[in-house]
């Protein structure tokens, strides 16, 4: 029988040592309902993102203002998916870190991932209001409302993450993230890459396919 | 118990719902290289006319791309590749459905037509 969570000490400060076994959960599947939960999540949001993706689709070309290849700037936003894939590799990182038992690198991986998320929704925003002041709004054209729907959804779903991101280091720095807890940082990881996934999909369809 | 270093693999008694051990972190930095180079490839499909790619088979490359970039994150950042078979086939059904639901959308909405999408309000489009 698995020992009480209880048991554990916390472990604020002493890096890279003795990884602790997961405790076995006591379900069907052998799988942590948090995250299989997550996984399902994930899949629902294949419906929302398809949704979105969907109505861009039906809407892109413009009955008038200007279209989305006089406006998409390739170059830049190539960037910005340069950035958020980064992002993936430094949250698994961070994953692979604390299921190492190694709280000081998870700690510098996470930040990492916070940072690279943050350079994305600036780049978001910047877009954004350079669009803006080029005259596209967000009810000048049925492709302006579906764009800016779907990427301004995508980075709500960055923002988000990058909260849960901070607010996993606070929890670290507090002692409160200990390894036999390293599931919480697995679950926010798949949600940071499903974000990333959905991005890749966003960058091909929406910018680079004519 | 020793540390388990960077440069081995995570033994599944540490992981939650693994069925193999994790990956080497060498891993994942070279999966994100392939990503990187998969992206600067995309970029180049559109922005340099090579006769590969161009007129009818650039639709087709980029989603290629897409696929392939989309599927190495799934299977070896988000751990699809060792975790348990029953978390690949709960988001795979999640992606197929919103797949053929969103495809039966559009083609009820004739986005295949030529000039479909060109129809203005309170036209049919016929």
């Known amino acids: 029988m698995a020992e009480p969570l209880t048991a554990h000490p916390t472990v604020a400060e002493a890096d890279a040592h003795a990884p602790v076994a997961h405790i076995e959960h006591d379900t069907n599947t052998g799988i942590s309902n948090t995250k299989l939960a997550m996984w399902l999540f994930l899949a629902s949001e294949c419906l929302l993102f398809g949704g979105l993706i969907s109505t861009y689709l039906l809407y892109k070309n413009p009955l008038e203002g200007p279209s989305g290849a006089d406006l998409f700037d390739i170059p830049f936003t190539s960037a910005s998916s340069f950035v958020l894939l980064m992002s993936s590799l430094t949250m698994v990182l961070a994953v692979s870190a604390i299921e190492r038992g190694d709280h000081h690198r998870m700690r510098i991986w996470l930040g990492s991932t916070a940072l690279?998320?943050?350079?994305?929704?600036?780049?978001?925003?910047?877009?954004?209001?350079?669009?803006?002041?080029?005259?596209?709004?967000f009810t000048t054209s049925r492709f302006s409302s579906a764009f800016y729907t779907l990427t301004g959804f995508h980075g709500v779903h960055v923002t988000v993450g990058i909260i849960m991101l901070v607010v996993l280091v606070m929890l670290s720095i507090r002692g409160r993230l200990p390894e036999h807890r390293s599931e919480t940082v697995e679950v926010v990881g798949l949600y940071w890459h499903f974000v990333d996934i959905v991005w890749i999909l966003i960058f091909a369809i929406v910018y680079l396919i004519p | 118990m020793t540390t388990v270093s960077t440069h081995d693999p995570v033994p599944t008694e540490l992981l939650d719902g693994a069925e193999k051990p994790y990956s080497r972190d060498k891993v994942y930095v070279l999966t994100a290289v392939f990503l990187a180079v998969l992206t600067a490839l995309e970029v180049a499909v559109v922005e340099v006319d090579f006769v590969l790619w161009s007129g009818p088979m650039l639709v087709p490359v980029l989603l290629i791309l897409m696929a392939v970039k989309f599927f190495a994150v799934a299977w070896i950042f988000m751990h699809l590749k060792f975790d348990k078979p029953i978390l690949t086939w709960a988001f795979y059904a999640g992606l197929i459905t919103a797949v053929l639901v969103y495809l039966g959308m559009l083609t009820a909405f004739r986005i295949w037509w030529p000039?479909?999408?060109?129809?203005?309000?309170g036209q049919t489009g016929a």
């Open chain 1, 116 to 137: 690279l998320g943050s350079t994305f929704v600036a780049g978001q925003i910047y877009e954004f209001t350079a669009f803006y002041r080029e005259g596209l709004g």
């Open chain 2, 115 to 121: 000039g479909a999408q060109d129809v203005e309000p």
